[in-house]
C-alpha cells in the first residue's frame, strides 16, 4: 500500500503551449479549448476534461473526476503560440483546414487571429510536397535552435508565462534512422554546428525546448526527440518527454480490436486497412519518404499486441497491409476500411469488415490536451526522461530500451491511472477482488 505520494508543485500561473506546425490538428485544438471555455462546446474525448479514476475497493465507490483528483493546469490558464512556414494565422489556418463548421470558428475568430506564427525551421528535403515561405535562415542548425529559444524566451516574458510545454504537430518528416549524431548529445550539438543533414527540423525545435527545460511530445512519428542525444538532454535537465504519432482512427480502433481478438484467442490470417483522406497531412503522406514513416509506425502494433512467438499457431505470418490514398474531396473527413481474416475453432475462416468515417482532427485534439497538460503534471511531479504511461496517446509509443513497447489500449489506460493513483499515494488497482468473496 503507497501511502505517501509524490511531491507535486502546484500548477499556479499560466502554461504556455508551444505549437510547431499551426495546421488542422493545432487549431482544432486551440479553437475547440477556447469553445469549452466560453461554454459553447464540450471537450468530448479528453480524459483530462472528463474522465474519472477509481480509488479503493469498490465498495468505497470513490471515483473523483481526474482534474480534481492530481492538480493539472486550467484551461483558462492556456496561452498559445506557435511556428509555421505559412503565415496565416490560427482564424485562417483553421478556416482553411475546414474541420470546424463556420460559427464555432467565428466564435473564437479573436482568440484565434491572435494566435500568428513565428517563421518556422524548415526544408522540404525532410517534408518532400510542402514549399512555404514563412521561414527562417542562419548560419546553421545551432543558430536556428538559439532562433527558437529566442522566441519561446520571449512569448514567456510577453504572456509572463510560469511554465510551458512544447507538442509538435507539424507534418511528417520523411523516414530517417538513429544515426551517428544521435548518438549523444555532444555529437548531436556538433552536428547541429556542422549542418548535418541527419538533424531534421523536428529536432532542432525539440533541442531548443529540452535545452531550456521545457517538456517535448511528439505528435507524429517522425524520429524526432527518440534518439540516445536529445534523451541524454532531456535527462540531463530534468525534462519528460513522449511520444510518438497520435493514436486515432484506424491505428485506434486497431488496437481496441486485437486485444480482443487475442483475449478470445481467435487467429489472424490477414489484415488490410486503407484509407482516403484529403486534408494536407493526405497530401503529405503522399510522398513515399513520409508515408514510410508513417506506415513503420502503423505496422508495427499488431506484431507487438497478437505475439507471435508466444502464439505461432494463431498468429504466424499474418498479412498486414496499410494504405493512406490522398483523396482532396473528402478533406479531414478521412475514410477507413479495415478487412480483417480471422480464423476460430477447428481453424475455420472468419471476416470482420470495418468502416471507419472518422474525422482526423476531431479525435486527434483531445489528445493534445490532455497529453500537454499530463506533461506539464509530469514536469511539475519531478519525471524527467520517456513517459512510458502516455503511451495510451501514441500509436508508436517510446520505450526504455530493454523493454518492448505496449500496444494494448487497455492495459496503457491502466498503466496511466494507475501512474495518477501512485502520484497521488493511492492503491494500485490490480482488479483480483478476491476479498470480496472472503
Ligand atoms: N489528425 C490525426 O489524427 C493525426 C494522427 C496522428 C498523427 N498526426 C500527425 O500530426 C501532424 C499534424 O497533422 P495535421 O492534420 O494538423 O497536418 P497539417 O498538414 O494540417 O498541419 C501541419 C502543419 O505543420 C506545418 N509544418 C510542416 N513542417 C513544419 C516545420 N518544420 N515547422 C513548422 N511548421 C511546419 C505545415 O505547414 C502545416 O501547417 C502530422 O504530422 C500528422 O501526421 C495526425
Request: contains cysteine; aromatic residues 10%.
Amino acid at each position: 500500500m503507497l501511502k505517501k505520494g509524490i511531491q507535486i508543485k502546484p500548477a499556479e500561473g499560466k502554461l504556455g503551449v508551444l505549437l510547431p506546425g499551426l495546421g488542422a490538428v493545432s487549431t482544432t485544438f486551440i479553437a475547440g479549448v477556447e469553445a469549452v471555455k466560453k461554454g459553447l462546446a464540450s471537450p468530448i474525448g479528453s480524459l483530462t476534461q472528463m474522465g474519472t479514476i477509481r480509488l479503493g475497493k469498490r465498495t468505497e465507490h470513490r471515483v473523483p473526476l481526474i482534474r480534481e483528483f492530481v492538480p493539472l493546469a486550467d484551461l483558462t490558464d492556456l496561452v498559445f503560440g506557435g511556428w509555421d512556414i505559412f503565415q496565416d494565422n490560427c482564424y485562417e489556418a483553421a478556416v482553411h483546414a475546414g474541420v470546424l463548421e463556420k460559427p464555432l470558428v467565428e466564435a473564437v475568430r479573436p482568440e484565434l487571429e491572435a494566435v500568428k506564427p513565428w517563421p518556422a525551421v524548415f526544408d522540404s528535403y525532410y517534408v518532400k510536397r510542402l514549399q512555404g515561405n514563412h521561414v527562417k535562415t542562419g548560419k546553421n542548425k545551432m543558430d536556428l535552435a538559439e532562433q527558437i529559444k529566442a522566441d519561446i524566451l520571449a512569448f514567456k516574458k510577453v504572456n509572463s508565462l510560469s511554465r510551458l510545454v512544447m507538442i509538435w504537430c507539424g507534418s511528417t518528416e520523411i523516414f530517417m534512422q538513429p544515426g551517428a549524431a544521435h548518438q549523444s548529445l555532444a555529437a548531436f550539438e556538433k552536428a547541429l554546428r556542422a549542418d548535418d543533414p541527419e538533424i531534421a527540423p523536428s529536432m532542432i525545435y525539440a533541442y531548443a525546448a529540452l535545452a531550456l527545460g521545457i517538456p517535448f511530445a511528439n505528435g507524429a512519428p517522425n524520429l524526432t526527440v527518440d534518439i540516445p542525444a536529445l534523451l541524454e538532454l532531456a535527462n540531463k535537465n530534468g525534462v519528460p518527454v513522449c511520444g510518438k504519432d497520435y493514436k486515432t482512427g484506424q491505428t485506434l480502433l486497431k488496437t481496441l480490436l486485437a486485444p480482443g481478438l487475442k483475449a478470445r484467442l481467435l487467429g489472424l490470417s490477414g489484415w488490410f486497412s486503407t484509407n482516403i483522406l484529403g486534408n494536407r497531412d493526405g497530401e503529405v503522406l503522399d510522398d513515399p519518404e513520409s508515408f514510410k514513416t508513417k506506415e513503420e509506425s502503423k505496422l508495427s502494433v499488431l506484431e507487438y499486441i497478437l505475439q507471435p512467438h508466444l502464439y505461432p499457431t494463431l498468429y504466424n505470418n499474418f498479412y498486414h497491409k496499410v494504405r493512406i490514398n490522398y483523396y482532396p474531396p473528402r478533406g479531414d473527413n478521412k475514410e477507413g476500411w479495415d478487412n480483417i481474416d480471422i480464423f476460430g475453432w477447428l481453424g475455420y475462416p472468419m471476416q470482420i469488415k470495418i468502416d471507419f468515417l472518422c474525422r482526423d482532427s476531431i479525435l486527434a485534439a483531445p489528445l493534445v490536451l490532455d497529453i500537454v497538460l499530463f506533461l506539464d503534471l509530469a514536469q511539475r511531479c519531478g519525471m524527467r526522461g520517456i513517459q512510458e504511461w502516455l503511451s495510451f496517446y501514441f500509436k508508436s509509443p517510446m520505450y526504455a530500451p530493454e523493454l518492448y513497447p505496449e500496444h494494448d489500449l487497455f492495459i496503457q489506460l491502466m498503466k496511466l491511472k494507475n501512474t495518477l493513483r501512485y502520484l497521488r499515494g493511492e492503491e494500485l488497482i490490480t482488479h483480483l477482488g478476491l476479498e470480496y468473496y472472503d
